[in-house]
């Protein structure tokens, strides 16, 4: 992503307020080689926080919406039958996949809820820094209608300077002996708007963005965002046609000791992610 104030899509962690995507502009030295992670002094809070706004802003800016919802309150409370915001529902999620992305979601609220979540997660992967793989995610996430403009202005978010930026070559590929890590981890999400033909999701996420690997300068670093998702029903399934993301709710960091830079790198490459059901 690039700079830009509303960029929302990239799940990610990852904004400006609106959307993002999350970026953090690497210290000099590598953050995991410490007992713990040494307290970070607040020019180099401000890069990193800089960095992440940037970021989420970038995919804000190409997949900007309307109007913030009216009303973001829980629609289902006091509404006898319907499952509380917080409740598993245990209600099959999908029925197939386009590609690694997850499709067939159910007509109805659980479903929109579901699809938010899984888009965000697509939408806050390694392959949105790639051309190819981006406008897979894009087209299999969002309603064609806007997916070619959508591309025309990612493409240039993610121009070659902005790629370099993050340590990346101009193909979105990490160097030589580290791993490239950006993934959105949803927590939970509810439903603020719905009707028969459309809704608005939100999905609270935490994400992760870095270069992995020993001596990287940009290491792995969380941030938690909220992404907002205007859904619309499509075909036999349900589509983006704009997000936008803001920061939080962040909770207190725990006293977890860093892990070193192959730690983070072996977990990335050995932990897998889910197909995600409300």
């Given at each position: 992503?690039?700079?830009?104030?509303?960029?929302?899509?990239?799940?990610?962690?990852?904004?400006?307020?609106?959307?993002?995507?999350?970026?953090?502009?690497?210290?000099?030295?590598?953050?995991?080689?410490?007992?713990?992670?040494?307290?970070?002094?607040?020019?180099?809070?401000?890069?990193?926080?800089?960095?992440?706004?940037?970021?989420?802003?970038?995919?804000?800016?190409?997949?900007?919406?309307?109007?913030?919802?009216?009303?973001?309150?829980?629609?289902?409370?006091?509404?006898?039958?319907?499952?509380?915001?917080?409740?598993?529902?245990?209600?099959?999620?999908?029925?197939?996949?386009?590609?690694?992305?997850?499709?067939?979601?159910?007509?109805?609220?659980?479903?929109?809820?579901?699809?938010?979540?899984?888009?965000?997660?697509?939408?806050?992967?390694?392959?949105?820094?790639?051309?190819?793989?981006?406008?897979?995610?894009?087209?299999?996430?969002?309603?064609?209608?806007?997916?070619?403009?959508?591309?025309?202005?990612?493409?240039?978010?993610?121009?070659?300077?902005?790629?370099?930026?993050?340590?990346?070559?101009?193909?979105?590929?990490?160097?030589?002996?580290?791993?490239?890590?950006?993934?959105?981890?949803p927590v939970g999400a509810k439903v603020v708007e719905y009707t028969e033909t459309s809704a608005t999701i939100e999905v609270w996420c935490?994400?992760?963005?870095?270069?992995?690997?020993?001596?990287?300068?940009?290491?792995?670093?969380?941030?938690?965002?909220?992404?907002?998702?205007?859904?619309?029903?499509?075909?036999?399934?349900?589509?983006?046609?704009?997000?936008?993301?803001?920061?939080?709710?962040?909770?207190?960091?725990?006293?977890?000791?860093?892990?070193?830079?192959?730690?983070?790198?072996?977990?990335?490459?050995?932990?897998?992610?889910?197909?995600?059901?409300?």
């Amino acid at each position: 992503m690039s700079p830009g104030d509303e960029h929302d899509s990239f799940g990610g962690v990852g904004g400006s307020g609106q959307t993002r995507t999350r970026l953090p502009e690497g210290n000099s030295g590598d953050v995991y080689g410490g007992a713990r992670r040494p307290v970070r002094s607040p020019r180099s809070l401000i890069t990193v926080v800089g960095v992440v706004v940037l970021l989420i802003a970038a995919i804000a800016f190409a997949n900007r919406g309307g109007a913030d919802p009216a009303d973001a309150s829980d629609p289902t409370s006091g509404t006898p039958g319907r499952t509380a915001p917080t409740a598993a529902t245990g209600v099959r999620p999908v029925t197939g996949k386009n590609g690694a992305i997850p499709t067939g979601h159910a007509h109805d609220e659980q479903g929109a809820q579901s699809a938010a979540t899984n888009y965000a997660v697509a939408l806050g992967s390694t392959g949105m820094f790639q051309d190819g793989p981006r406008e897979d995610i894009v087209r299999a996430t969002h309603d064609p209608a806007v997916a070619d403009d959508l591309l025309k202005r990612l493409d240039t978010s993610y121009s070659e300077g902005f790629l370099t930026s993050i340590g990346l070559d101009a193909n979105g590929a990490a160097p030589t002996g580290l791993t490239f890590v950006s993934r959105t981890v949803p927590v939970g999400a509810k439903v603020v708007e719905y009707t028969e033909t459309s809704a608005t999701i939100e999905v609270w996420c935490t994400g992760l963005l870095g270069l992995a690997g020993a001596g990287s300068t940009k290491p792995v670093t969380s941030a938690w965002f909220t992404l907002t998702e205007k859904l619309t029903w499509v075909g036999d399934d349900w589509r983006v046609t704009s997000s936008t993301q803001t920061e939080g709710p962040t909770p207190v960091n725990g006293d977890n000791r860093a892990s070193m830079a192959d730690e983070i790198a072996a977990a990335v490459e050995g932990y897998g992610g889910f197909t995600y059901a409300r």
